[in-house]
């Protein structure tokens, strides 16, 4: 309908299921087309939320319930993966709903509506809300219901829910580990064991459980077949945040530097040692990231690091942040870090979106500087492009620095631009910390177009120095 309806004769279920799609559809597609119909679903969604008690239920400002708050909020996220605006405030609704229908006792447990009784098919669904919201799955919560959703095997032939199935498949497979493993061997032989494999309904389920029996064939069969199809369907958020034993927790929020909105989506990175491989290839450098939720808050869980490192906060259409985190102000606890990002703007110049740390040297360590680092070397030599257009040149601009964070330089580096020696990368903090580096550029060395920046490691009094750096910026001045 012309306002976004699209529950047809039927209810904000309908809506929800028939929003993914769309929304997956354009994200896929890029069809022009469905842009619009796209957007007038979600203001339709955003609309429909019950601003007293909270939440989505069968017809638009309903007081609600978690199973039809579900399908919603998996539409909404569809549609802010294909770029369409979504007020934060149908995802602060989501995550307020939540904390209505679980109690302090047992957060990771949830209910149909407040005051129920949590049940399995609510505690997976409102299990992988959270992940959407940005949960991460080493806080209590989210270990709490992956153990109450996984002690419940799925089996066909004792009263089987095929709706609380599908939401803790999506659930367990973003925590992964072990209790995902189980459950998706399982699942998998429940599954295929059940399908038919003759006649006319060949392909499909049987409609067996109460909900299934009322929607009927068709969806009982797209039901099994999403749960059968997760691994094509999604990546797991976490696999490459899951940190065993971590030493302390890195917590806060990132927000627009100019109006002050939380930034969800931001990326948070902790870049990690590496060790090499038994094959004697080349190590492969990693890194522990989070990405900020709705209201822009993020939780990062640090692995064993060097006694300094460095932290780096990114988001699209931002120019990207990096900070120096002393390990002994993390270790053991929480450690609150807030990060305020600024616009991006043509006066600044970040040469990686998402900053790497960058390590060059041999990795004997043979100086008096603190040796440890975040990363195994490259090699002795950084090389990067970057493009700039006339507008970063004069008249505009008259002077440009460059900038980056720099730690255990005990010699003098040599740092290049288009093949010419603009500065010597010569110091950082005697502690082993990261510190601010800063040189100037005559800006008649850049050139419109792509220019290309290197940074030569050497060695001095009979040391091949090793030393890392992360975030080189370009700050243009008039």
């Not at 007038?40 to 039809?68: E, I, K, L, M």
């Not at 299990?127 to 209590?140: I, N």
Request: a negative charge; proline letters at 6%.
């Amino acid at each position: 309908r012309d306002n976004g309806d699209l529950r047809g004769d039927e209810t904000m279920y309908s809506h929800g299921i028939a929003a993914i799609a769309l929304s997956e559809a354009y994200a896929m597609t890029g069809d022009p087309r469905l842009h619009d119909v796209v957007e007038r679903a979600v203001d339709f969604t955003y609309r429909a939320r019950n601003r007293g008690v909270g939440g989505w239920r069968y017809d638009p400002r309903q007081p609600g319930d978690t199973s039809v708050l579900g399908w919603q909020i998996m539409a909404l996220k569809s549609a802010r993966l294909a770029d369409i605006d979504v007020p934060q405030r149908a995802f602060q609704a989501a995550a307020d709903w939540l904390e209505k229908v679980s109690t302090r006792r047992r957060p990771g447990r949830y209910a149909y509506q407040p005051k129920d009784d949590p049940s399995h098919a609510m505690t997976a669904e409102g299990m992988f809300v959270q992940q959407l919201l940005g949960r991460h799955r080493a806080e209590p919560r989210m270990r709490d219901s992956a153990r109450y959703v996984s002690a419940q095997l799925p089996d066909w032939s004792d009263a089987p829910n095929t709706y609380g199935w599908y939401y803790a498949t999506l659930a367990l497979f973003q925590h992964q580990g072990p209790q995902w493993q189980e459950w998706n061997d399982s699942l998998t032989k429940q599954l295929l064991d059940n399908q038919k494999t003759e006649g006319r309904s060949a392909g499909s389920w049987t409609p067996t459980d109460e909900w299934a029996d009322i929607a009927g064939r068709v969806y009982q069969t797209a039901l099994c077949t999403l749960m059968l199809e997760v691994y094509y369907r999604y990546l797991p958020m976490y696999t490459a945040d899951h940190v065993e034993d971590p030493i302390g927790t890195l917590r806060g929020a990132v927000t627009d530097a100019v109006t002050g909105e939380p930034l969800p989506g931001a990326v948070i990175r902790l870049d990690m040692q590496t060790t090499s491989r038994d094959d004697g290839d080349d190590t492969t450098p990693h890194s522990i990231t989070a990405t900020a939720a709705h209201d822009g808050t993020y939780v990062l869980f640090a692995p064993q690091v060097p006694e300094f490192v460095a932290l780096s906060v990114s988001n699209e259409n931002y120019i990207p942040k990096t900070v120096n985190v002393p390990t002994e102000d993390l270790e053991g606890t929480t450690l609150s870090l807030d990060f305020q990002l600024v616009p991006q703007r043509t006066g600044i110049i970040a040469l990686e979106s998402v900053p790497a740390v960058h390590h060059l040297g041999n990795d004997r360590f043979q100086g008096s500087v603190n040796s440890q680092f975040q990363r195994d070397s490259e090699g002795l030599l950084y090389e990067a492009e970057f493009r700039i257009t006339s507008d970063h040149l004069q008249p505009n601009f008259t002077s440009v620095r460059i900038e980056m964070l720099a730690k255990g330089v005990q010699c003098p580096h040599v740092v290049s631009l288009n093949n010419t020696q603009i500065a010597t990368l010569d110091d950082s903090p005697r502690d082993g910390s990261f510190g601010e580096f800063s040189a100037s550029i005559a800006t008649e060395l850049l050139h419109d177009g792509v220019n290309r920046l290197t940074i030569q490691d050497i060695s001095c009094t009979g040391d091949l120095d090793d030393f890392e750096f992360v975030n080189i910026q370009l700050h243009f001045a008039p």
